[in-house]
């Protein structure tokens, strides 16, 4: 469903802002959540000051800033490069795994980073000997944004310890379209999109927000954030795609080896750190036989 969405939203920039864009989802979003509203605030009260902040982090963070963020990428850049950098999520979530949950990962994740900066770097740049300012403004915001959902997914799966999975999807609406709602003024957007772009503002709310979130908070329950998070590559894969197909997109062959960097290093992570629990599973069931 992620997929779908980089489809859709890109076209959207010849006639409506990114923070409109966004507002209207969370608006359609909290409408169709009200319900779950009011149980939801009482149980994160109930829960504890550490709920409270990290309910506010994800919804303006993760929802809404980093939402606008990736959508100002697509509309000032190629439609592939923010897509595949999303790639770069689960780098960032182990780290952010390792501090919010405890999900520590191994000394040899650092021999997994230095090739994925590399991929980074080459996909980002059609030319990286030779790097250019225009293209940097939508790196960073693609960046910035996967650090954000990177949290939100570490946050998210800190805050089901406590709370249901649809208490968690209503208060991150709620705290995200009061932050899309300040951000309006701010970036000099308006609050209505049109009739044309509303229709698929809907969409994106309901089939990329609403039906993905509740499957992703449903699985994030009983999922590692680490794990969870390279679960996620399912998305900037469909998309890029879909993108090539669509947009009829293209990478140099420098950035197609960055993308295979970045995904072989994402890719063997998983495998790296099985193979350390299958160890010290062992070495613990040896101790306790002596």
Known sequence: MWGTDPIIRKPLSGSTSATTIVFGEHVVLVLLTLPLLVPALRAMWRAGWRYVICAIVIGAGASAVATILFTEALFHGDFITPVVLQKLQPLIAVGAAAVILGERARPRFAWFLLPALIGFWLVNQPHPLEPTAKGLVPIAEAVAAAAMWACGTALGRYMSRELEFQHIISLRFFFGLIAAAIALPIMGAKSYAGAHDSLWIGYLAIVTGLVALSLYYIGLKRTPAMMASIAELTYPAIAVIAGVWAYNAHLRW?????????????????????????????????????
């Open 254 to 290: 420098t950035q197609w080896i960055g993308v295979c960097l970045i995904i072989g290093t994402v890719t063997l992570l998983p495998v790296q750190r099985r193979r350390d629990l299958v160890k010290v599973t062992a070495r613990d069931a040896a101790l306790a036989g002596a």
